[in-house]
């Protein structure tokens, strides 16, 4: 939660921390504060790991190995090189480097669930980790490596600074290692204690920090897609019948009713609210079942919205430690097949919203259907107009519903085949970020287009809503003839609607929605 007294903090207390906060610490820089009952439940949990070290009590990763080597005991130690090899040897990824935004919300994650006490951290070594965020130093991660059963290989890039060694940027600049970023602001790297090394790898925190900035967005391109349908509607002359109270009661289907009223809501005030106004009776179905299609996608959301404020409030420390019971508790919580599956759900819902926006572009396009020049062409012109647009937009379907479709729920078994399953949230996140991209590019065309769609129509009164909306976006869009190339038009509304700010002051589901 932001601290009220410093707007540019936000306050990491016990099972408090929401998407939004995450969103906060990782795309606008905001520093973390730890809470008087953070800093307190860190200090017991570590001092009752202290505690059952001292009674012999066999604890796993501590006393013994990790993984398949968990029948192998070892020596309990606070020396940090046995902490440090444990992250040395895992922090073993490939591919792209994460952004700076996704590997600050992943440690941003990881922090706000220490909080909790669960895992046993040295309070040195939580604090360096809130140094860390604080002074901008931003591990190099790459997203290639973690299967989402704990997500060992990009906590291990990021832990790997705390012991000297890794790849960082300070305040965005160069690449040094860890003792050089802390050397750099003046701070020592901290000691390790005897579960610090497993306490920082283990956590499938690098999917949550993945999956609160995709959630985010995607709230936000809910946003942008029904503003660019209720400026297709304006196009096209839509029947607005099924999104009437009337007929959404008739049938009220998830999400459904909560499209129709941001729809209408930009649409009040227009001529085609005007009985009569319609172009036909019934309207294609990417048009007419448009509220129904988004809604869907937004009860897919609001369900994995939920998951990942579960993970927020909740430890998936394996072992647990539980200083109110003063107990260690061995358990499978790291695994997030629940955020998975939500995840895919959604991923699969933004697939059908793109089939239906694709269409509705084709349809703004078509003289049999739209009664506007084919192509939306200037009158004398080539008769070229858009045409070569949709193939762009064909093209942004294809990649949306392939990074759409769900990975296989088998791999490969590793460690002796005692970890034998994966949720596999990671990579999906990282398709699904691929995905939110061409979402906002198909929704920056059919924008585009509907405005080009409007322009050719009789004139009209337009709603309140979709008239700023074209008066804020007009001048983005190409003018035919042509002038410029239409992809300098396409990146400039993309980067309009992706501005968290762009769409808030249109009303057009508020933010918890």
């Excluded at 901290?190 to 579960?195: E, F, I, N, Q, T």
């Excluded at 009158?379 to 070229?384: I, K, M, Q, S, V």
């Excluded at 906002?440 to 509907?450: D, G, N, P, Q, R």
Aim: with cysteine.
């Amino acid at each position: 939660m932001t601290d009220h007294s410093d707007s540019q903090s936000v306050l990491l207390a016990p099972g408090q921390t929401g998407i939004a906060d995450i969103e906060r610490i990782a795309l606008t820089g905001h520093k973390v504060l730890l809470s008087a009952q953070a800093s307190a439940n860190i200090e017991a949990g570590h001092a009752c790991l202290l505690h059952h070290i001292a009674a012999g009590a066999t604890i796993y990763g501590v006393n013994t190995g990790l993984g398949a080597n968990v029948d192998t005991p070892r020596q309990p130690s606070t020396a940090s090189a046995q902490q440090h090899s444990i992250i040395w040897a895992r922090a073993s990824g490939a591919g792209p480097s994460a952004t700076n935004a996704q590997v600050r919300a992943m440690m941003a994650v990881r922090l706000a669930r220490l909080t909790l006490g669960r895992s046993g951290i040295s309070p040195a070594v939580a604090t360096a980790l809130a140094t860390m965020l604080n002074n901008n130093i931003t591990p190099v991660v790459p997203l290639v490596g973690a299967l989402s059963e704990g997500d060992l290989a990009p906590m291990a890039h990021i832990a790997s600074i705390l012991t000297g060694k890794g790849h960082a940027s300070v305040a965005g600049k160069g690449r040094v290692s860890g003792a050089e970023a802390f050397a750099q602001i003046g701070i020592p790297l901290p000691a390790l204690g005897p579960k610090d090394g497993l306490t920082l790898i283990s956590t499938n925190s690098a999917s949550i920090g993945l999956a609160c900035l995709n959630l985010g967005s995607i709230h936000r391109l809910m946003r942008a897609h029904i503003a660019a349908l209720a400026l297709s509607c304006e196009g096209f002359c839509a029947n607005l019948s099924p999104f009437q109270p009337g007929s959404v009661h008739l049938r009220p289907a998830s999400g459904q009713m909560e499209v129709s009223y941001a729809l209408l809501g930009l649409l009040d005030g227009g001529t085609l609210n005007h009985e009569g106004s319609a172009r036909r009776l019934q309207d294609p179905i990417s048009f007419r079942s448009a509220a129904s299609i988004a809604g869907g996608a937004l009860e897919s959301l609001q369900q994995a919205q939920r998951a990942v404020e579960l993970e927020l409030s909740s430890s998936d420390d394996n072992p647990a430690i539980v200083a109110e019971t003063n107990s260690i508790i061995p358990n499978g919580n790291f695994d997030p097949t629940h955020v998975a599956v939500a995840v895919d759900a959604l991923h699969l819902a933004l697939a059908r919203v793109a089939a239906a926006t694709g269409e509705r572009i084709m349809k703004m396009m078509s003289p049999s259907l739209s009664g506007l020049p084919r192509f939306l062409a200037e009158p004398g012109g080539d008769g070229t107009g858009f045409a070569p647009v949709q193939k762009t937009v064909a093209a942004l379907v294809a990649e949306i519903v392939h990074d759409a479709t769900p990975l296989p729920p088998v791999v490969i078994p590793v460690a002796e085949r005692v970890e034998d399953y994966a949720s596999l949230l990671f990579p999906a996140l990282c398709h699904g970020k691929r995905l939110i991209s061409r979402m906002y590019e198909l929704s920056a065309i059919e924008i585009m287009v509907a405005v080009r769609a409007i322009v050719l129509r009789p004139p009209v009164c337009l709603g309140a809503g979709t008239q700023a909306l074209l008066d804020r976006l007009g001048s983005l869009c190409p003018q035919l003839p042509l002038e410029h190339p239409v992809a300098d038009n396409i990146a400039l509304l993309t980067q309009a609607i992706e501005h968290p700010d762009f769409l808030a002051s249109f009303g057009i589901l508020a933010d918890g929605e």
